[in-house]
């Protein structure tokens, strides 16, 4: 399974698709099987989910039937969302050698033989591969065979009882992983999102959570924001949950061990029932080399909870930079030259810090880029601090005269980066316990206003939550319409799209929303005269995207649907 994950994730190429694992816990360490034929099925099985999808999951699953001393009998299972098979092809699928449809070839290129030689390895292996699909909804691929046992006693360190948090965005993987966390034997609650973990862990009424396991890529808080959000919550309290974070194979690339500094352990799925209690003893253990709240407790972080952007194009100072900054616990984002260090720092919800900005750089320098971020609103107090190689007075000014704060001459030394960040981001007052919580509600309230917008429709709750509905899928719609139209190139219909988008947010109370919305008009008066880039035109839908995404959240919290968890 773990090589098997290997393959497919390097064959993801789109992030609309998420490939999901789920184990049946129950399952034994060792089967005998072939399972170099077995493997080839599954990747076959599960290729043509990945190829046949363009949105929504594959689900790889396992699940025991029926289980005595020696035998086990074990349905292997591919479920995608994907484009289905017609009724009519799916009694010759297997066979024909041919492909569905003649049209699905131009499409997606192929022989047809693969499921061809599935079914008979499948047969060979005594079992009997089956489809169920439906067209427009997707396929399911399944087999059931019967393997023997090699020990069906398997060697797990016992837990102490605990109730832990899963945070993930996506309800399938919520719910696979809060099964495979109860089957452990842990109480285990869920959260949709960073904003919801962070109050259900602020409840008092309520039993408290001495775990979270919270899904690396989220829209809005991601899993290495909300954690540190969580450290902020707790300080050195004694009752600080342990944080495992949750990663995708393929978000592997981003770089595994960041946030390293921020939570106790990761875990990449898939992920086994030992596997996961294997990382919670590790986690919780308070031995545990990696554990955060022990260091913080001996306060030797002094940087802890901070999030800095780093725009250097040098690889050996982003490496050197990047290794001191975690080390004293604060989160690093890298960005290797000005535009996209402009993207970065623009996109960030919460904004960044302190932003640290490498003079020399091909294409647009660090002066350059330090002007093009403070043009912004949302930017004017970012401390910006350059790294420079001469410590000129001249180039100091020069600095001073564009907006930034201090200068680090290069070679960058521990200590100096060290006093120099804490002097801008008053580090020490934010330790002491001030701070996050206070930030996190104010945020948290000012993204959305619905009392008021209720009291601007007469008081009509009712009307509201209706027109909420709406508001829900509308303003999807209209973010569509500005990705297309600003993709194209096309400036007045990206305005109007904005122009509809900044109305309903006004209507619906959306105050963030709205703003950003006005912003982006503003940027795009400027467009009508000279034409945006292509990395410009992506920054601002990124900024209309991020925010809006932030909006959904906090109406989801707020507002939740009926029936969601
Ligand atoms: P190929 O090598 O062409 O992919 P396969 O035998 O694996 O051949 O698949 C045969 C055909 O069955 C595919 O071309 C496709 O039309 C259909 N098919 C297979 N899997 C799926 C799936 N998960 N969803 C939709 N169609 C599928």
């Given amino acids: 399974m773990r090589d098997l994950s290997d393959i497919l994730s390097a064959n993801l190429e789109t992030e609309e698709i998420e490939m999901l694992y789920d184990f049946d816990p129950k399952m034994p360490t060792n089967l005998i099987g072939d399972s170099m034929r077995l493997r080839q099925v599954l990747l076959n099985l ?15 699953s396992t699940r025991v039937i029926r289980q005595d001393e020696q035998t086990l009998e074990v349905e292997f299972a591919v479920t995608d969302t994907g484009i289905g098979i017609p009724s009519d092809q799916l009694e010759h699928i297997f066979f024909n050698f041919k492909q569905a449809e003649s049209s699905t070839s131009r499409r997606f290129g192929g022989s047809g033989l693969g499921l061809a030689i599935c079914k008979e390895l499948v047969e060979l292996m005594g079992g009997t591969l089956q489809v169920e699909s439906e067209l427009g909804k997707g396929s399911r691929f399944f087999f059931t065979l019967h393997m023997q046992c090699v020990s069906t006693f398997k060697r797990m360190t016992p837990l ?44 008092t009424d309520t039993p408290a959570y001495q775990l979270v396991l ?28 342990a944080v495992i974070m949750v990663t995708a194979q393929q978000e592997l690339g981003m770089d595994p061990k960041e946030g390293n500094g921020v939570c106790d352990t990761h875990l990449v799925k898939p992920i086994t029932a030992g596997m996961l209690s294997d990382a919670i003893t590790t986690a919780t253990s308070a031995s545990s080399e990696c554990s955060t709240r022990k260091s913080m407790l001996q306060g030797t972080q002094r940087l802890l909870g901070l999030h800095l952007l780093v725009i250097e194009d040098n690889l050996l100072n982003q490496q050197v930079a990047k290794e001191l ?26 904004p960044f810090d302190a932003i640290l900005m490498d003079m020399q750089m091909p294409g647009i320098d660090g002066l350059e880029a330090t002007r093009q971020i403070r043009k912004h609103p949302r930017m004017h107090s970012v401390p910006i601090i350059a790294l420079t190689a001469n410590a000129m007075s001249a180039d100091h000014e020069a600095c001073i005269a ?27 007052q934010l330790k002491a316990e001030t701070s996050l919580i206070e930030q996190t509600a104010k945020s948290a309230t000012t993204v959305i ?63 963030a929303l709205q703003k950003i919305m006005a912003q982006i008009e503003i940027e795009l008066k400027l467009a009508t ?30 507002f939740p649907l009926e029936g969601m968890s």
């Avoid at 599960?46 to 790889?60: C, D, I, M, Y």
């Avoid at 564009?402 to 020490?428: A, F, N, Y």
């Fill in 214 to 241: 919270v899904d690396r890529i989220m829209p809005g808080l991601d899993g290495l924001e909300t954690t540190r959000r969580i450290r902020h919550l707790f300080g050195t309290q004694q009752d600080a949950p």
């Fill in 449 to 511: 206003d619905a009392a008021q917008a209720i009291e601007s429709l007469g008081g009509g709750r009712d009307l509201y939550i209706t027109l909420l509905q709406i508001f829900r899928t509308d303003s999807l719609i209209q973010l569509q319409g500005i990705k297309g139209a600003l993709l194209q190139g096309e400036i007045k219909a990206t305005q109007l799209h904005l122009h509809t988008l900044r109305g309903m947010a006004g209507t619906m109370g959306a105050i």
């Fill in 325 to 350: 900054l975690h080390k004293n616990g604060a989160t690093v984002t890298i960005a290797s030259n000005g535009v996209e260090g402009k993207m970065r720092a623009l996109a960030a919800i919460v």
């Fill in 46 to 60: 599960a290729g043509n989910a990945l190829k046949f999808t363009e949105q929504g999951e594959v689900l790889l």
């Fill in 160 to 203: 102490p009882q605990m109730r832990a948090l899963v945070v993930d965005d996506n309800a399938l993987a919520r719910e696979i992983l809060q099964k495979m966390v109860r089957s452990i034997g842990l109480e285990c609650d869920c959260a949709s999102n960073g904003q919801q973990a962070l109050q259900m862990l602020q409840q």
């Fill in 402 to 428: 564009v907006g930034m704060v201090d200068h680090i001459s290069k070679p960058i030394g521990l200590e100096q980066l060290l006093t120099t960040i804490e002097r801008h981001t008053k580090v020490s």
């Fill in 529 to 558: 005269i000279i034409p945006p880039s292509t990395e410009e035109k992506l920054l601002l839908y990124n900024l209309a995207e991020t925010s809006l995404n932030e909006t959904l959240d906090q109406y989801d919290l707020e």
